[in-house]
């Protein structure tokens, strides 16, 4: 586990003080007339609402906290203030993209671990027997996503390209910073995009 830094235990600090001396701090000018125009009886939620943004704001600019755990904090305490039901401070949490996007995640992760992502680069890049990097790179990365967009998300087929193209670009020895490696992962997205019109 990585030690905290002097700057990530300051901001670790940092957040919360703020939070509780925004809070003992008297209303911000102009708070009273928004919570009016509202609808609001009190500027307390005003108020709360800017705490509970500034301490999640530094801790995510200080990283001192995963993002989202930092992320969590809004809900947390506008439930436990009542300010928000659970329900409602945690629907954003539960959108069906998310799930796309977790289970594409999960999915590709398990090709990474069980090196199906290697096997699938090289198959693929077995049907085109020629030396032209550009069509290699059309039934590596175009063409595979394409076909799954056509029949799902765009995400979902983009999140289990990606590490077959990943490891096909590495077995072509192709790093960070070549142009081809580049133009790949451009090609993945813009098929993804023509797959799903």
């Known amino acids: 586990m990585n030690e905290l830094t002097k ?9 919360p003080l703020v939070f509780i001396l925004m809070l003992a701090l008297p209303p911000l000018p102009g708070t009273l007339h928004v919570a009016e125009v509202l609808g609001l009886s009190s500027y307390i939620f005003i108020h709360l609402s800017l705490s509970v943004l500034l301490w999640t704001a530094i801790w995510w600019v200080g ?37 796309v996007f977790m289970g594409g995640f999960v999915l590709a992760k ?3 671990v069980w090196g199906i992502d290697k096997r699938v680069a090289l198959k693929l890049s077995l049907i085109y027997k020629g030396n032209n990097p550009a069509i290699a790179a059309f039934f590596v990365a175009a063409l595979p996503v394409f076909i799954l967009t056509i029949t799902g998300s765009i995400t979902a087929a983009t999140s289990i390209v990606y590490p077959i193209v990943l490891a096909f670009l590495t ?25 799903a019109m």
């Open 7 to 15: 700057g990530k235990k300051i901001t670790l600090a940092l957040g």
């Open 63 to 99: 990283e001192c906290v995963p993002l989202g755990l930092a992320a969590l904090i809004p809900p947390i305490i506008f439930s436990l203030t009542g300010v928000l039901s659970w329900k409602s401070a945690l629907t954003a949490f539960t959108e069906p993209i998310i799930w």
């Open 110 to 112: 398990a090709f990474q």
């Open 171 to 195: 077995s072509m020895g192709f790093g960070r910073g070549s142009k081809y490696a580049e133009a790949t992962m451009l090609l993945v997205g813009q098929a993804s995009t023509a797959g």
